[in-house]
């Protein structure tokens, strides 16, 4: 279904710019999925958001984003988008930042990440001053089957880092986490949940769109 979901899409002529995320599995990332898109549209943003899904997500799973308006991609090399800009999951938008489009075309633009306050963990400030990291969460790119080939290859000749994502997800928030008891990630999960449970965000496809995807 994910790439008849994918033929349908492109077939009433989706722009070459589009935002991306990753899913895998069961489990309950599905609610970052859901969340990214609704906070997407929220900001109204010009263009789709890309689920690359592996085999395992379930069929309710699928069905549920594409119901958000999401194009579902298998996990494969695929250039048919210029330029995409990769969001985690639980990554949330609160202002439009559809002008991350316009950086120059050739390279790839992320966030530095340094966590050189704690030197304590695994000698971090001998990292930090020898090695360029960015934070994966979110970056700029342009889809290449060279590139991917090449990453392939220096990720087998690489040594894994000392860092790995950890903490407590959105959706999965109790205020029991440890040090997750503060008041700005209290407010930061009330706006997450506010923009999830916002109804009126939900998907509405325009009538031109529903026409195609009932042929």
């Known amino acids: 279904m994910a790439m008849?979901?994918?033929?349908?899409?492109n077939a009433v002529g989706f722009p070459e710019l589009a935002y991306v995320t990753f899913l895998?599995?069961?489990?309950?990332?599905?609610?970052?999925v859901v969340g990214l898109a609704k906070g997407l549209r929220?900001?109204?943003?010009?263009?789709?958001?890309?689920?690359a899904v592996l085999p395992?997500?379930?069929?309710?799973h699928l069905r549920l984003l594409e119901n958000q308006g999401c194009i579902l991609r298998e996990i494969e090399p695929f250039e048919e988008f210029s330029k995409m800009i990769y969001l985690n999951a639980d990554v949330q938008v609160y202002g439009n930042i559809v002008?991350?489009?316009n950086y120059r075309d050739g390279a790839l633009y992320a966030v530095l990440d340094c966590f050189c306050e704690d030197i304590k963990m695994m000698n971090t400030a001998r990292y930090c001053q020898e090695e360029l990291y960015f934070n994966s969460?979110?970056?700029?790119?342009?889809?290449?089957?060279?590139?991917?080939?090449?990453?392939?290859?220096t990720l087998k000749l690489t040594p894994p880092t000392p860092f790995a994502e950890q903490g407590s997800k959105l959706w999965r928030y109790t205020g029991k986490e440890e040090n997750m008891q503060r008041e700005?990630?209290?407010m930061l999960v009330k706006k997450w949940w506010d923009v999830y449970n916002d109804e009126p965000l939900d998907y509405k496809p325009p009538l031109m769109?529903?026409?195609a995807w009932s042929r």
């Open 4 to 9: 008849e979901m994918g033929r349908k899409n």
């Open 24 to 32: 895998a599995g069961a489990g309950d990332d599905i609610e970052g």
């Open 42 to 51: 929220k900001v109204k943003t010009a263009y789709p958001l890309v689920v």
């Open 56 to 60: 395992d997500v379930p069929e309710e």
């Open 99 to 101: 002008e991350l489009f």
């Open 137 to 153: 969460g979110m970056f700029i790119f342009e889809p290449s089957k060279k590139t991917c080939k090449d990453l392939l290859h």
């Open 184 to 186: 700005d990630v209290k």
């Open 209 to 211: 769109m529903r026409a």
